[in-house]
């Protein structure tokens, strides 16, 4: 995107400099009609290149639908990205060095024309939320807002949260008052900041919107921490959604309500967090998501689906009563989770394709299978306590492989049950009753 604080502010020349007595001529005519009328022309066209600029982002946040998520699928679907071919700035940057020229030789007055330049801005459209954010950053960036290095700020439940976080710089801190922060339409970070509440149960994001409440289009670190954030409404949509390139951290959160309808085959609604990748992309990188001390529930798909070669590090949180699984790790996705709480989730963790994450000292309550795997996936579960699943302890589908030591099962009919090409290795300390399946 464009970064430039308007050039066109620091342009050479004062409306109220003395041309001195040999150009008097020269100032006349700058007064006269036909040159206001050039001026302003040159404001329009401006104004016209950032239309176009800004249209190129007005795409809908599912741009490439697939299969819903569930332990039996693997969606990678990715949100438009600033980073694509509709983020070539080239004829804006034109606009901007032509404008400059043209304010230059016709000795424009720059205080008029600011003015009238901010006031056009400020009727740019923008068809979406993706595009909308675009036309907010780059508003903040043309008028001098932007800030140029990280800091914080406070925003109360009456702010608008999208043109504040549209003006800082990457790095920065919201501090978001306790009480309820209402979302017309989701909130796109293009920048790396944290958003802080004062506590989960003091401090809610909220919205209604549909595609996401949450969308990070950054490949800087991106945080929230000590607040809750929550879908509400019957509009399909996950609560966070992370674009590829992501970096998000979740720390004393509350995450809940995204919602799909049943049946629906968007591959982007109805997760808590969805942490998108292109298709194909499978470079492994380092960890893309960190969740510590965090609650997750009541998603009707997904708490957390990873996809492509995103890799996860999940500490001491607690998965409850989402509808497909807690957490889902698909394509070659990878990382862990550990010293968490699964309760009544559809499938606890639901380990799909190639992923191969570590899933250790964890209690599952209820449900229907604590830990499911297909496709050629390869966790490793390590002092698992299953309780009450209805269907079965653990289900290693397909040609499933990984190991499993220290597993516990409880009031259970089936603990670990292994298809006929699936071949985990059963290690140490298992006290589950291993059954073939069919």
Not at 20 to 43: E, I, K, L, N, Y
Not at 52 to 68: E, F, K, M
């Amino acid at each position: 995107m464009v970064a430039a604080v308007l050039a066109l502010a620091a342009c050479s020349g004062s409306s109220g400099a003395d041309p001195g007595p040999g150009s008097r001529q020269s100032q006349d005519a700058t007064s006269s009609a036909d040159a206001q009328r050039a001026c302003g022309a040159v404001t329009t066209r401006l104004l016209a290149s950032v239309q176009r600029y800004v249209d190129r982002y007005g795409a809908t946040l599912s741009r490439n639908p697939t299969s819903s998520a569930s332990p039996s699928t693997s969606p990678s679907s990715a949100p438009p990205s600033t980073s694509s071919g509709a983020g070539d700035d080239a004829e804006l940057r034109s606009s901007l060095q032509q404008a400059q020229k043209e304010l230059d030789s016709k000795n424009c007055d720059l205080a008029a024309f600011r003015t009238s330049f901010a006031a056009g801005l400020d009727k740019v459209t923008a068809n979406g939320p993706l595009a909308r954010a675009v036309l907010l950053r780059l508003t903040a960036s043309m008028t001098g807002r932007l800030a140029s290095s990280p800091k914080t700020i406070t925003v109360t439940p009456s702010g608008d949260l999208a043109r504040e976080v549209a003006a800082l710089a990457p790095g920065s801190t919201v501090t978001l008052r306790a009480g309820r922060h209402v979302l017309r339409q989701p909130l796109v970070l293009l920048a790396g900041i944290t958003l802080r509440g004062v506590g989960r149960e003091r401090t809610t994001l909220s919205s209604r919107a549909a595609g996401a409440l949450i969308l990070v289009l950054s490949d800087q670190r991106t945080e929230l921490r000590d607040l809750a954030v929550r879908h509400t409404g019957r509009r399909p949509a996950s609560v966070l959604v992370g674009g590829p390139g992501s970096s998000i951290v979740l720390t004393g959160a509350r995450l809940s309500g995204g919602f799909a309808r049943k049946g629906s085959s968007d591959g982007q609604s109805g997760m808590g967090v969805l942490m998108t990748a292109r298709a194909g992309d499978n470079t492994a990188r380092g960890t893309t998501l960190q969740v510590t001390r965090t609650q997750v529930s009541d998603n009707t798909a997904a708490g957390l689906l990873l996809t492509g070669a995103h890799r996860a590090s999940v500490r001491s949180t607690t998965f409850r009563t989402n509808g497909q699984c807690g957490v889902c790790f698909a394509g070659k996705s990878s990382g862990g989770v550990q010293r968490s709480t699964f309760e009544n989730n559809g499938v606890g963790v639901a380990v799909l394709d190639q992923a191969n994450p570590t899933v250790a000292d964890n209690d599952f309550d209820g449900g229907q299978v604590a830990v499911q795997v297909s496709g050629r996936a390869a966790p490793t579960v390590r002092k698992a306590r299953i309780d009450s699943p209805s269907r079965a302890g653990m289900i290693f589908g397909d040609r499933s492989s990984g190991r499993v030591d220290g597993a516990r099962c409880q009031n259970i009919t089936y603990g670990i049950v292994v298809s006929p090409q699936a071949l985990p290795f059963i290690g140490r300390g298992n006290k589950c009753p291993i059954s073939i399946g069919r």
